[in-house]
């Protein structure tokens, strides 16, 4: 009889389901994973220390390259960090802007979340479906940025500019006739509030496709229940934040616990699981994903009532108006001094956090009194995540490896920061 000795696999960085460049170690018995060992680093760029090179203003679109699915919820941190140290208020209507984008990215980042999970476990149709929904959310970030992706929308003091009052159309072309471009446009008619709220009214219909699809399916129950499990203990103890640690069945989540912007006025549940397993976490992704669009709903709503200046008037911290910029000269002043020095933050330390998709992002600025910080440092929630990889693959097949690494929804950006 054959011998059957333990061997050592490398799983990644060129395997489609590392999702980027995780390069694992796997050390297997059979086709059981006996330790799972994950190397990281093979992304790194150095924001951390760019960031102390650069004015606060000129750092703020590393934030977008951090976790490139969820970027305007990163934004929030790094802005809400320096408006802690300069001492700023921000403008209401600012802050529930701020809110529905938010939310809007963490559709964004749990859509992507499902597709992923299903393409690595087999589920082509459910990956095509959530591709579509997020065109439409790509759309709005290119209706208030000009930007599809990296929008930097967010500034310290408030959000770039008021929401737009039209919606980029599709044109004719000669892959379209008339009928196909009427379609197209049907919702597009209006401002991008009335484009959000449309999407508000088709999404639930939308996600409970996918749960026909997927939560009662044999097929996905038999990959995900009781694969990568973590007790509400173990969870804790390893720094789990997000869905990571609410799928374990503690009710953690920084929008109800420790309230910013405007989440103490919005009306929402928070999703919670009980076994924590890549099952219920799916739960968990796609119950937050009717909480976000319950919490668009509401700030649509106020948005449409209450309108506002959406950014601070100090010109120490934010440029003035253009038409004021070329009438007058101190304007012209700040604008050039903002844009080539950039703003003084006052000397001190601050840290701020916001509910990430993924779990706790926050930011930590130590300032010296210069136009630049003395050091920044990055808290990431899926660091601490994949480093239980471990503990959550051992003793499981090397199938299910793929399906932990998916439930753990990493994106390397903000791992290897």
Not at 136 to 143: G, H, S, V
Not at 320 to 349: A, N, W
Request: net charge negative.
């Amino acid at each position: 009889m054959a011998e059957i000795r333990n061997y050592t696999v490398n799983f990644g960085p060129q395997h489609p389901a590392a999702h980027g460049v995780l390069r694992l170690v796997l050390e297997m018995d059979g086709e059981v994973v006996q330790r799972a060992d994950p190397h990281i680093g093979l992304l790194h760029r150095a924001t951390e220390k760019l960031a102390e090179s650069r004015t606060y203003l000129q750092s703020l679109p590393y934030m977008d390259r951090l976790d490139y699915i969820s970027m305007m919820c990163s934004e929030h941190a790094y802005c809400m960090a320096v408006e802690k140290l300069l001492g700023i208020e921000v403008p209401l209507r600012a802050q529930y802007i701020r809110v529905m984008f938010d939310e809007i990215t963490r559709l964004l980042n749990h859509l992507f979340g499902l597709a992923a999970l299903g393409l690595d476990l087999g589920a082509m149709t459910v990956f095509l479906y959530c591709f579509r929904e997020r065109e439409d959310l790509l759309d709005c970030y290119e209706a208030v940025s000009g930007a599809r992706m990296h929008a930097a929308y967010y500034r310290p003091g408030g959000v770039y500019r008021d929401l737009p009052e039209t919606m980029p159309r599709y044109e004719a072309s000669r892959f379209r006739n008339a009928r196909d471009l009427e379609v197209l446009n049907r919702n597009r008619q209006g401002s991008l509030l009335d484009f959000i709220e449309d999407f508000t009214h088709r999404l639930p219909k939308y996600i409970d496709d996918y749960e026909t699809l997927l939560t009662e399916n044999r097929i996905w129950k038999q990959r995900t229940v009781g694969i990568g499990v973590v007790s509400p203990e173990r969870a804790i103890a390893r720094g789990f934040s997000g869905p990571m640690l609410r799928g374990s069945g503690v009710a953690w989540d920084l929008r109800k616990k420790q309230p910013y912007a405007v989440y103490d006025r919005l009306d929402f549940d928070v999703a919670v699981g009980t076994n924590g397993d890549t099952y219920d976490r799916y739960l968990v992704r796609v119950e937050e994903m009717r909480q976000s669009n319950r919490i668009i709903k509401q700030c649509v709503d106020w948005l449409r009532k209450n309108p506002g200046p959406v950014i601070a008037e100090s010109h120490k911290v934010t440029p003035p108006r253009r038409v004021e910029m070329k009438g007058s000269m101190e304007d012209l002043i700040h604008h050039f001094k903002l844009f080539t020095e950039g703003m003084h933050v006052p000397e001190g330390e601050a840290y701020a956090a916001v509910e990430h998709p993924k779990g706790e992002f926050g930011v930590y600025f130590i300032s010296d009194g210069a136009n630049k910080p003395y050091r920044m440092k990055l808290r990431s929630a899926a660091f601490c995540h994949l480093s239980a990889i471990d503990e959550m693959t051992r003793g499981h097949m090397l199938a299910d490896a793929v399906a932990v690494i998916s439930t753990i929804d990493i994106v390397f950006g903000d791992i290897d920061r």
